[in-house]
Each structure stands twice: as structure tokens, then as C-alpha cells.
């Protein structure tokens, strides 16, 4: 399948090992990252290097993915985890890097400033080594609605992959982002933008998590999410971008996105989806077989 226009046509791993570390926003403890060049045809495989599920080894995608609020996580058959790997996703697909090993010596992907940017540069710093392989485009085929409650998500053929996304947020306006994705205007518009939480939701969530013993938001703090309460945000310096929650909803829908084992070629229309949608999207393109077959 020819790549849509902004789109490398080959695979790419990269040149050289990559590494960042940094704490976790739900578990709040550190850990490190490296990033390994792959063949060709590998993906994107996560390994665990220490600790429990030592040795644990999976491709980066949605049929591994279970449940957990406010991130996307895998779990390996020897329960090993490997928890918010969706900005690394988001940052694979901003480089367009098909083939990597990310090796973790603990659960949870570093949230580093929020966004995607230092990921990204991280990656960045290894260099990109084309493939002589041509990439695994998915092209869709027919058009799929997913609803729940108030929560829509559209998938439909298109030549290229674009975005129109529309969030309502209590206390804002509604804010809506449309256009064609390429792996270079995702990077430009869309990395920067940081995580975010509102305050009423995050103090229940943190007595929740203590009291049920799950790591929820516990390494979060202004210097890596945004936090609004009412139409306020706290942090210092304010938002990047006026949009930059919409953004980051962006971001997390591609990163989720990129657990499809290929660049979507198609529209993708959401109304305030999170992770779990992102991922029903995924599975619903396979069982109703929403794919142009690979030539
Ligand atoms: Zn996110």
C-alpha cells in the first residue's frame, strides 16, 4: 500500500540506543527507559528488565491492553505490566519509527513534562535508521460509529490520516481541532501539549487509589500535568496553547491509535474519547473488518 502524502514509505528503527528516565504519573516512582534499534517487521516490543516480570516481552498493542483509569496498559501472561505507554506510542508514530525494543526496569513510562516533546527528543537523540521494508499502512475501508453516553468516536475511509476532535470541558468552551495528521504537523502542533487534571477529579482519585492501595496520580505535580480548577489553570505560565487539554486529548488518541500495528490511513471524528474508546475503535476496525487488505 502506497504511503499517503507526509508519510515515509519504508519502516524505520532507530540508528542508535536512546534513553529517559523519569518518575511515573500513577505509580510516582522512576524509572528508566531504553530504546533499542529493531529489524525490520519487529514493532514496537516492550521488555522488562528488572524487578517482577523480569525477562517479560510483548508487541506494543491493543489486545494487550487492559483496563485502568486514566492511562493505557498492557500486561504480559506472567503479569507483568507496562503502564501510560501512550506518549512513547504518540512519539513512535511523530518519527515514524515502526521497529524498536523499549526495555523498562519498572512499571511505568516516565510522564517526563507532560507532553510528548521530551520523548521525542529523547528518540530523537538515536538518530533514524531507514529500512528497505515497506511500511504496514492500514487503510479503512468502511466507516464505524462507537457511542457511549455522550462519547462518540467515527472512523472512516479517507485518503490520508486526519483528526477532528471536539472536547467539552466543565467551566470552558468547547473546543474542537480538524485537519490532516502527518507525522510532521503532529509533532509541531501536537507533542507540546501536557496532561492535564482537574482539581475535584484528582483529590478523589488520590483517596480513592489510597484506599483501594492502586497507584493512581501519585507522582503527579505542576511541573509535569496541568492543573484547572474551574476555569482556572494553577500552573505557573499558564497553558502553551489555548487549546493545549484538546491537544493532549490528541495526543493520547494517536499514541492509543498507534497499538494498531500500523499508520491508519482514515478519518478519525471523536467527541471527548479517553483510552478505553481509543481502543474499542481498534478492535471494532478488526471485527468488522474495516480494512482495505494488504496487497
Ligand atoms: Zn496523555
Redesign the pocket.
Known amino acids: 500500500m502506497t504511503a499517503p502524502h507526509g508519510f515515509r514509505e519504508s519502516q524505520a528503527t532507530l540508528k542508535m540506543t536512546a534513553q529517559f528516565s523519569g518518575v511515573g504519573l500513577h505509580t510516582g516512582r522512576t524509572t528508566n527507559v531504553t530504546i533499542h534499534p529493531a529489524p525490520a517487521d519487529t514493532g514496537i516490543r516492550f521488555r522488562r528488565s528488572k524487578g517482577r516480570g523480569q525477562g517479560a516481552e510483548l508487541t506494543a498493542d491493543w489486545r494487550h491492553c487492559i483496563d485502568f483509569p486514566r492511562?493505557t496498559m498492557m500486561k504480559a501472561s506472567d503479569g507483568a505490566k507496562f503502564q501510560t505507554i501512550?506518549?512513547l506510542m504518540a512519539s513512535f508514530f511523530a518519527l515514524e519509527i515502526d521497529n524498536a525494543i523499549v526495555e523498562m526496569d519498572a512499571q511505568e513510562v516516565p510522564i517526563m513534562d507532560g507532553s510528548a516533546r521530551p520523548i521525542v527528543e529523547a528518540l530523537e537523540g538515536g538518530g533514524i535508521q531507514e529500512q528497505d521494508r515497506p511500511r504496514h499502512f492500514r487503510k479503512i475501508s468502511k466507516s464505524i460509529t462507537l457511542t457511549d453516553d455522550r462519547i462518540s468516536l467515527t472512523i472512516e475511509p479517507h485518503p490520508t490520516f486526519a483528526i477532528d476532535y471536539s472536547l467539552e470541558l466543565p467551566y470552558w468552551n468547547t473546543q474542537r481541532w480538524s485537519g490532516e495528521m502527518p507525522p510532521a504537523r503532529f509533532r509541531e502542533e501536537i507533542c507540546f501539549a501536557r496532561?492535564y487534571g482537574i482539581l475535584s477529579v484528582i483529590w478523589p482519585a488520590l483517596i480513592l487509589g489510597k484506599l483501594r492501595l492502586i497507584p493512581l496520580v501519585r507522582g503527579a505535580s505542576l511541573s509535569n500535568a496541568l492543573l484547572m480548577y474551574k476555569d482556572r489553570v494553577l500552573n505557573d505560565g499558564g497553558l502553551k496553547s489555548p487549546d493545549e487539554f484538546l491537544r493532549?486529548r490528541i495526543?493520547?488518541l494517536v499514541?492509543d491509535l498507534a497499538l494498531g500495528g500500523g499508520p491508519i490511513i482514515g478519518k478519525v471524528t471523536a467527541f471527548c474519547s479517553n483510552h478505553k474508546h481509543n481502543r474499542a475503535l481498534l478492535r471494532a476496525v478488526e471485527e468488522r473488518d474495516a480494512l482495505v487488505p494488504a496487497a
Request: aromatic content about 0%.
Open positions: 492511562c501512550e506518549h496532561t493532549h495526543l493520547d499514541g
